[in-house]
């Protein structure tokens, strides 16, 4: 699977892990020159707290666009720290 946001492949991986629809890629998959850390966080009741990283790619900015669990619940486990997507991110089979 890629992810692909402002015409740049950003994470790229055949192991991601799919839970609700989302594609979330090991951390070693990302490119971190794109990834800069954000101070949102968001609670999911069942896999536990949220961060977010803003992308930028050529200078344009995509507030939060991807999200990832540093601490999960045991039922989440298997995507601690696994990145996922949204706004605007196209995720597709490489």
């Known amino acids: 699977m890629k992810a692909i946001w402002n015409d740049q492949v950003i ?3 055949d192991e991601t892990v799919v839970v609700e629809g989302n594609h979330y890629f090991p951390p070693e998959s990302i490119h971190t020159d794109y990834f800069k850390p954000s101070d949102t966080h968001t609670v999911c009741p069942w896999k536990g707290t949220a ?3 803003t992308l930028e ?3 344009k900015q995509n507030e939060d666009a991807a999200w ?3 601490e999960t619940s045991e039922l989440a486990k298997n995507i601690k720290g696994y990145v996922a997507f949204w706004n605007g991110v196209e995720v597709k089979e490489a």
Do not use: K, L, M, R
Request: charged residues 15%; aromatic residues 34%; glycine residues 8%.
């Open 57 to 59: 790619v050529d200078g």
């Open 11 to 13: 994470a790229e991986s």
């Open 51 to 53: 961060s977010y990283y």
């Open 68 to 70: 990832y669990y540093p």
